[in-house]
Nanobody
C-alpha cells in the first residue's frame, strides 16, 4: 500500500505561481513512476505531467514551459511547480504512483492521492 498526500493548493490570481507537493509513503519511493493529473468540474481527469524513477519527464502540451515536475527521493516527495497560472488551470490536482516504475499519460496508476484544489481567478 502506498499513501499519497497532496498539499499546496489554494486560490490565486492569473499570472501567479503555486507549488504542489505530494508526500508518499514507502521505502522504495525512488523507484516509483509518478504523475500529476487534474480534474475540472464536469470534465474527465486529465494528465498533466509525469516523472520516471531516473528523472525523465513528460508534460501535457498546455502546461509545457509553465509547469515543472520534480522529485526529492530523500524526502519521498513529488512536486509540481506551476507558473503563469490561468483560469483554465483551475481543477483538483492529484498525484499518482506506480511502484512498477512505469509512467503513463493515461490514468493507469496503482495509487492516487485525495487531491488538492487549485483555483485561479481572472
Amino acid at each position: 500500500q502506498v499513501l499519497l498526500v497532496e498539499s499546496g493548493g489554494g486560490l490565486v490570481q492569473a499570472g501567479d505561481s503555486l507549488r504542489l507537493s505530494c508526500a508518499a509513503s514507502g521505502r522504495t519511493f525512488s523507484t516509483y513512476g509518478m504523475g500529476w493529473f487534474r480534474q475540472a468540474p464536469g470534465k474527465e481527469r486529465e494528465f498533466v505531467a509525469a516523472i520516471t524513477s531516473i528523472g525523465s519527464t513528460r508534460y501535457e502540451d498546455s502546461v509545457k514551459g509553465r509547469f515543472t515536475i520534480s522529485r526529492d527521493n530523500t524526502k519521498n516527495t513529488l512536486y509540481l511547480q506551476m507558473n503563469s497560472l490561468n483560469p483554465e488551470d483551475t481543477a483538483v490536482y492529484y498525484c499518482a504512483a506506480n511502484p512498477s516504475g512505469m509512467v503513463y499519460t493515461s490514468t493507469s496508476y496503482d495509487y492516487w492521492g485525495q487531491g488538492t484544489q487549485v483555483t485561479v481567478s481572472s
